[in-house]
């Protein structure tokens, strides 16, 4: 078999083992700059590969989810949430028969344009930036894959197909942001992208109970009212109740994700059924998004994430934290601002050339690590530190 025989059998391999309403390489509309196939990788499969070999990505192992990277190496950071919730996408595709390559290619990217100091970090920059445009992670990840990133010599950016950068720039509902204009905001995105956004939601939900346990910032007691997780501990104690503490938490946020993939599975093939769809335009068209959990499950899930959003990111380390994260990054801001060669010359280079002075600060910024953005700040206002 030759690379050209070789590609037609992995498309027919794709065609035979997804759903009628799937995304198929062959729907894809294509790439900005164009070009040729690969022999032997399908489209949404190399952009998943550019994604996990790319710079942005590479960083995110050291920049905050909930807890600052210094704290613990246990931890969760932005690169293992990426991972986690890239897993979750792939066994909701695979049951559904959706394309795996496209739903992981736009769940491991869809973090690419955090801050450092996680939702804090974004808060902060977008307040700073509120003169010259705001600023937001979703259009950032597209910034990033479409322009920041260098790696190949005919193009800026990655390259992506439309499919992944739309998903990329619908991972929230706010559809009247500009950015999405160019990516058809009156149609519903892909469903592997859909899923995307619950693979997300269920990731960081249970890890963040796992590390607020771990941390000793969230105690049982505080879970008390939460059903999720009342009902897997419940089962936990009943069938391990012998195993260790560690074990029985670790089996217990196990089971929280499986009932929410579970329920989420079975509420996507009912609203499947209920609204008719059969092909990817039925998909695109729907007057709702497919992807969700049940009504009594949602519920129980924002029962989860306030309790969460109460105990954990309300807790004193965290709020100490996010006012550290606003000293640190409002200053580097400034300075950059008043004095933009402070920053490295092709950084500096790119004002006025490829943006304006403030977006440029912006990227630069958005784009450190936690401990890098420490560092920096040392440099530039501890007399004793070496720059």
Request: hydrophobic share 35%; glycine share 6%; net charge negative.
């Amino acid at each position: 078999m030759n690379l050209d025989s070789l590609r037609d059998e992995l498309r027919r391999r794709e065609d035979e083992s997804l759903a009628a309403y799937a995304t198929r390489s062959s729907d894809t509309r294509g790439r900005v700059h164009a070009e040729s196939e690969h022999p032997f990788r399908l489209p949404f499969q190399r952009d998943r590969d550019r994604i996990i070999h790319s710079t942005a990505f590479r960083r995110l192992e050291y920049k905050t989810q909930v807890f600052v990277n210094h704290e613990g190496d246990y931890y969760r950071t932005r690169l293992t949430h990426s991972i986690e919730a890239g897993q979750i996408t792939r066994t909701l595709c695979r049951v559904l028969g959706l394309n795996e390559d496209l739903g992981e290619a736009v769940a491991l990217s869809h973090d690419l344009g955090h801050t450092p100091f996680g939702h804090a970090g974004e808060r902060v920059l977008d307040k700073l930036m509120e003169p010259y445009g705001g600023f937001e992670h979703n259009a950032q990840s597209l910034r990033i894959v479409d322009l920041l990133e260098e790696r190949y010599p005919g193009f800026p950016g990655l390259n992506l197909s439309w499919e992944v950068r739309e998903g990329i720039v619908k991972h929230s509902s706010e559809y009247d942001r500009p950015l999405v204009r160019q990516f058809a905001p009156e149609v519903q995105p892909v469903l592997e992208a859909q899923i995307v956004d619950f693979a997300d939601e269920i990731a960081y939900n249970s890890h963040d109970i796992d590390d607020g346990l771990k941390s000793g910032m969230l105690e049982e007691r505080d879970l008390a009212s939460a059903t999720l997780w009342t009902e897997a501990r419940e089962a936990v104690r009943r069938e391990h109740g012998d195993a260790s503490e560690s074990i029985q938490r670790y089996q217990t946020v196990r089971r929280i994700i499986d009932r929410l993939v579970t329920d989420m599975i079975a509420a996507i093939l009912e609203r499947i059924a209920e609204h008719g769809i059969r092909t990817l335009a039925d998909v695109r068209a729907c007057p709702v998004r497919l992807a969700g959990l049940s009504p009594v499950v949602a519920e129980h899930n924002r029962e989860l994430k306030g309790v969460l959003l109460d105990r954990l990111y309300r807790h004193h380390r965290v709020t100490r934290m996010t006012v550290k994260a606003q000293r640190v990054m409002t200053a580097l801001f400034q300075t950059y601002m008043e004095e933009p060669q402070q920053m490295p010359p092709h950084v500096y280079q790119r004002i006025d050339v490829d943006d304006p002075k403030p977006r440029v600060v912006a990227d630069y910024i958005a784009g450190m690590t936690d401990r890098f953005a420490f560092d920096e700040y040392r440099k530039l206002f501890d007399p004793d530190e070496r720059v």
